[in-house]
């Protein structure tokens, strides 16, 4: 079981611009696109995407992959992420990161493959968010936290010391493996 | 004619030391070649053979009196048990709060040696021994606690309240722990309704505790697994007497190669400073190196 927290506050924009499309389906699927302020993104592409996570169930992750790019050409920022059995496979393109927290350390997760373990904990998110933080920052408060809430909570509140939440959209996910079903 | 060694006086003196000096060399070669071998090569990220430097101070500052309590398990017993550190922060205003960071100091004295590997173990035991304080005191004084365990190359680390556990790396510091203040709940709401946060910080009870060594069932923060550390990281263990009057931005100033030197360096800068209501100020400060042997 994967247990996640998504948070999609709109810092101090007027509105929250990013998306975060996910489907929990058997596998989980996910995607998230950044939009920085200067990024155009029409509203039936954003529909296509979430239509496409949403029906990616019995997809291949290579085809949702192929399916997505054309619509997200010009974006630049998404990333897909699909967790299923034991391993997380994810596709990055520009400025949206994913770490593992691993022998006492947070690793960026390469695209591709990587092999999960019970108790194993891995954050998706955009560059917005992720400039507030350091690495040490990140790890800290996900080897402390008992949820994936608990863990999104103490990195907010690290932001917040820096920013008050006033400046752009912040997104991210954080996810727990944890075994059972 | 043949010519012996012993004919030639001048190479005759010189074989000796040739010969203790080739076999010196040989010897400091293959011993530096095994303890390479041995190590995955010097510097290497998976290095066990950390060794921990450390120093501390407790000052009482413009109090009436110390509140701050410090313990360090002893350091012979380093490689056995790793080294285990506390700072309790007496809190300020309350009748009791010295006295219960000091019992809370004795409580960790008696757990060591504690195991590594058992930190849920050790939380629970920290809750219980609060309870043991409200029964006691019954929430007429309270202290806060941070405490560090350091092993080969992995720390865990323990939290009640807000002070503090900060990891210098590559010359950035970073607080580790959560504080557990009312602040800390007003961001988290005003979080979840998707608003800024500057009202959280300009509440006057911001900074007020939500929990405590003291109070029932405080929720005690610690790593369920350990954060792996490296050759040149700092450790500081310490009370917000130190943090409130050397912020975190202007810490790097004072760290210096060693632990004592460091922890002199940021003594003398909270005295410079002179704040008229300055607090209890303590600190535990590490430093890790690699041994070479």
Not at chain 1, 22 to 35: C, D, E, F, R
Not at chain 2, 107 to 131: G, H, I, T
Request: proline content about 3%; charged content about 20%; hydrophobic content about 40%.
């Amino acid at each position: 079981m994967i247990e996640n927290y998504i948070l999609m506050h709109k810092g101090g924009q007027e509105e929250y611009r990013d998306s975060v499309f996910v489907n929990y389906s058997h596998a989980l699927t996910m995607a998230i696109l950044y939009l920085p302020t200067e990024a155009e993104f029409s509203v039936a592409d954003e529909a296509s995407v979430q239509a496409l996570v949403q029906a990616s169930s019995k997809m291949r992750f290579t085809d949702l992959s192929e399916s997505i790019y054309p619509i997200l050409t010009n974006l630049r920022n998404y990333m897909l992420i699909r967790i299923d059995d034991n391993t997380i496979t994810i596709e990055r393109h520009g400025k949206v990161f994913a770490y593992i927290v691993q022998n006492g350390e947070l690793k960026m997760l390469p695209n591709g493959k990587t092999s999960l373990e019970d108790g194993d904990r891995v954050i998706c998110c955009t560059n917005e968010f992720k400039r507030c933080l350091n690495d040490l920052a990140i790890l800290s408060d996900a080897v402390v936290s008992d949820s994936a809430e608990e863990w999104m909570d103490n990195m907010v509140c690290r932001i917040s010391d820096k920013n008050r939440l006033s400046e752009g959209n912040l997104t991210a996910v954080t996810m727990i493996v944890r075994s059972g079903d | 004619m043949q010519t012996s060694f012993a004919d030639l006086p001048v190479l005759h003196g010189l074989i000796l030391p040739a010969v203790i000096l080739f076999v010196l060399t040989t010897a400091v070669f293959i011993w530096f070649s095994v303890v390479y071998v041995k190590k995955g090569g010097f510097g290497h990220p998976d290095d066990n053979e950390l060794y921990i430097d450390c120093a501390w101070f407790c000052e009482i500052g413009k109090r009436p009196s110390q509140q701050d309590s410090v313990y360090i398990s002893p350091l012979q017993d380093y490689h056995k048990y790793g080294i285990t550190a506390l700072v309790a922060d007496g809190m300020g205003g309350m009748e009791f709060g010295g006295e219960i960071s000091e019992k809370v100091a004795g409580f960790v004295e008696n757990m060591c040696p504690m195991s590594f590997f058992a930190s849920e173990q050790n939380a629970d035991e920290l809750r219980r021994f609060s309870n043991v304080l409200y029964e006691e005191y019954n929430l007429s004084g309270g202290s806060t606690l941070a405490m560090v365990h350091i092993t080969g190359n992995f720390m865990n680390y323990y939290s009640v309240g807000d002070s503090d556990i900060i990891l210098v790396r590559n010359g950035t510091p970073t607080i580790l722990n959560p504080r557990q203040n009312y602040m800390a709940l007003l961001i988290k709401s005003l979080c979840r309704n998707n608003k800024q946060t500057q009202t959280a910080y300009s509440n006057p009870k911001a900074r007020s505790l939500v929990d405590f060594m003291g109070n029932k069932n405080p929720r005690v923060i610690y790593t369920k697994k350990p954060i792996r550390i490296f050759d040149g990281d700092k450790i500081i263990v310490s009370s917000d007497g130190l943090t409130d009057a050397v912020s975190l931005r202007n810490l790097t100033r004072y760290l210096k190669d060693t632990a004592a030197s460091t922890a002199v360096e940021l003594k003398h800068a909270v005295a410079a400073r002179k704040r008229p209501k300055q607090d209890n100020y303590t600190a535990i400060v590490f430093t890790v190196k690699r041994s070479l042997l």
